[in-house]
């Protein structure tokens, strides 16, 4: 089927349509009906799997999980994440909403986020069983339970004989921690050989975050050559930000991350794999929501950046995978829209017949909706020196504004200063997809206005409001 030509799949369309559910003695779902009074077997089990600071550009290690997820499934090359920092990008994935609505604006904050809005939450009250195995939130006490997770093992972070609260129970276990996750979700998917409730399971290998420990099976693996892209050895940055003026880091510490991020993602491929042939085995493969992303990108020396947290490409792009073959979606299609971590939420809830009942920023990808632009944003947390200021972006496929701002966070994401506009970028993403010319460099009043900067400005602000 050619790209976004695909009909729309929202749970009642499809309830009311695919043929393999409706064998199963699935039946549509009137407007407003609870998920819970569905039969079980219209309601999708649901896998999702968000890797730990994996950029784009990593296909090489995840052969595996393309093959399946975009092979019989849907690729978004333009998948986003909101804020490209680790516990607001997941707390917006549990709820759907924007960091400035669900209040975690760092990783110290994680107690900011209503548990009573996350799909969990939503999942569990429907009746599904749900699983979390591996990371959870940043600054979440390993001892505290998760909640509304029945069955989890809560991983802190860590790559060989790691920590664990496992189901309550804070221990050690030995071996590399994606196979641990891997061998635990895989205990989680065998019950439902005998517990015929639809599934959630929430697995979150730590792979590709530093220190990058590959598994000793591939701490050796040969990694195909990369020899940078043009924003790596911009010689030029008197166009950008401070921070960026002074960022040091060099083609060969990028070659050198690079590297040991793609063999940690070797481990998560080989978990992926096992999920498919335990789906297979369980006969669950079809009526199984499978989706898989990155929490945040990571700039390989960007501008001499070697981090996440930034507003340019690599840093808040993401690999974006989804797979549901009994709703239509397992033909190996690719969708254009512009897709982020905060619809995934809300496609989950659409699949499963549920209609929250708090507000979600998101929207289904299981609907024809498209936006034009995405709001990306981040908040610097204290006064250090060398990060950025906090930061808004308006991001389009076509072209990106950010405007820095006079803010700062505390540990609890409590917001502080005068809200001031500091530095300001633009780039056309079309004739500069790498982000070298900042068009706003000694712009012209004149030249701003021919670029659209008091529309997107104003565009910005709005969204930032909402």
Not at 439 to 455: C, M, N, R, Y
């Amino acid at each position: 089927m050619p790209e976004n030509t695909r009909p729309e799949f929202g749970r009642r369309g499809f309830l009311a349509g695919a043929a393999a559910v409706a064998a199963a003695g699935a039946v549509p779902l009137a407007a407003g009906t609870a998920a819970a009074a569905a039969p079980a077997a219209a309601r999708p089990n649901v896998l999702l799997i968000v890797t730990d600071d994996q950029p784009k550009h990593t296909d090489w290690a995840i052969q595996n999980t393309i093959a399946w997820l975009g092979g019989q499934g849907v690729t978004y090359p333009n998948g986003h994440v909101a804020t490209p920092l680790c516990a607001p990008s997941r707390s917006s994935i549990f709820s759907g909403r924007y960091a400035h609505n669900h209040g975690v604006r760092n990783n110290g904050a994680s107690a900011a986020l209503d548990q009573h809005t996350t799909v969990q939450r939503y999942l569990s009250q429907a009746g599904y069983r749900t699983g979390l195995f591996g990371k959870y939130l940043n600054s979440w006490a390993l001892a505290d339970n998760p909640p509304h997770f029945e069955d989890w093992l809560l991983l802190q972070p860590s790559y060989q004989d790691a920590n664990y609260n496992d189901n309550g129970t804070v221990r050690t276990i030995s071996g590399y921690a994606t196979n641990v996750i891997k061998n635990h979700t895989l205990a989680f998917l065998d019950k439902a050989a005998t517990d015929t409730r639809p599934w959630f399971a929430y697995v979150t290998p730590y792979a590709s975050h530093e220190p990058n420990k590959p598994a000793a099976k591939y701490a050796d693996t040969p990694v195909p050559a990369w020899n940078g892209r043009p924003s790596v050895p911009e010689a030029d940055r008197s166009d950008k930000p401070a921070y960026i003026r002074n960022a040091t880091a060099t083609l060969a510490d990028a070659q050198a991350l690079r590297q040991r991020q793609l063999r940690t993602l070797l481990s998560v491929d080989d978990a992926v794999q096992a999920f498919h042939d335990k789906l297979a085995a369980l006969g669950q493969l079809d009526n199984t929501l499978v989706i898989y992303l990155g929490d945040n990108g990571y700039t390989w020396a960007d501008h001499g950046w070697l981090k996440k947290s930034v507003p340019y490409s690599p840093s808040h792009q993401v690999p974006f995978y989804l797979s549901w073959p009994a709703g239509g979606l397992g033909a190996g299609t690719t969708d254009s829209r512009i897709a982020a971590n905060i619809d995934i939420a809300p496609t989950i809830l659409d699949a499963a017949g549920i209609v929250p009942d708090t507000p979600q920023d998101g929207r289904s990808l299981l609907t024809g909706y498209r936006r034009d632009h995405l709001l990306v944003e981040w908040w610097k947390q204290g006064a250090g020196a060398g990060t950025p200021d906090t930061w808004a972006s308006y991001v389009g496929t076509d072209r990106q504004y950010t405007e820095y701002y006079d803010l700062k966070t505390d540990a609890n994401g409590t917001v502080t200063g005068t809200g001031q506009v500091l530095f300001r970028e633009y780039y056309d993403l079309v004739s500069d997809p790498y982000q070298l010319q900042n068009l706003l460099h000694q712009a012209t009043p004149q030249q701003e206005q021919a670029l659209g900067i008091p529309a997107l400005a104003a565009q910005l602000a709005a969204d930032r409001a909402l």
